[in-house]
């Protein structure tokens, strides 16, 4: 059984890289493509309808609405985070964590922030009180292993550090509130089933207030929408000042996706996912997990799942399959085929 309201194709298991739009999302673009083809885009239109998009992601996180600054990417919303670190900051990251959560660190090197990777699993015990930030993706993009963030966000608060959590491979089937860190970053286009290009940034205006943008531009003011010229503008009071232009296409398709989520119920859809992705472990005689991706070290095997049917990515030999709300049980039963036939050839069976 999948959950409505999404219709792909059955066998596309590569939500991690890419998630499927639902239909209205899909009609939403095309009816701005058209309108852009006949010149009909008003700018000031246009800046308007994508704003309501900021209160579904407000509704998803369980945060204000002040609280949600819209982008285009995470590496480059987490520039303003970095940015405001003191001078000599001690970052803390898992190894194996995507670079667009070090990348944007490393960069102030030069005045002496640091990043130290650890193991996933000795990430909390490791904070202490010379850690300014811990950085971490709420599920790591490589192995689908799931962060312990209710130790972490325990272990920042004890040392007095920050806590930023990257929710791309999360948000739209874990179970993750505003409240979970200080900083929450996200890419709209996996989980959340929308146009590639937007991203978002979860910060309370109590802490954006005490921060300056890295980048900022006319987005990030108090008058947003009035004209864009002189020199009399004012970083907007809270989590609004970390706004870039954003992505119309990503921002437009991303509200009827995110609606949708939020609608089935991401509790209800972390049970969907997990379950058939234990499904899949179980027929592999793995012990279950409390992840929607699963990770298996077959080379090979994503070119021929494709051959079958069966759409996954594979990256140095890893095959990476991941369980999202348009996946059914059916999925699960044509990969084990598929995989298992793989496995007797190998092994000469």
Known sequence: MTLAPWNPRPGYLSTASFGIPCSAATEIVAKTIAAWSEGQLNFGKWFADIQ?????IAKLLDVAADSVALGTSTAAMLGS???????????LAPVNEHNSNLLPYLNHAHRGVSVTLVPLAELASRVDASISLVSCSAVQSLTGEVADIAALRQATRNAGAMLCLDGSQACGWLPLSGASADFIVCSVYKWLCSPIGGAFLIVAPETARKMRPATPGWPATTDAAGPPYGVESRWAEDAHRFDSAPNLISML?????????????VDAIYEHDVGLANQLRAGLNMPPASSAIVTLPIPGAAAHLARQGIQATEWRGILRLSFHVYNSEDDVTRTLAALKAILHQRQGV
């Open 52 to 56: 309501p998009t900021r209160g579904s």
């Open 81 to 91: 985070v970095a940015a405001n670190l003191p001078d000599g900051a001690r970052v």
């Open 253 to 265: 398709g991303a509200k009827p996706s995110i609606d949708a989520l939020t609608s089935i119920g």
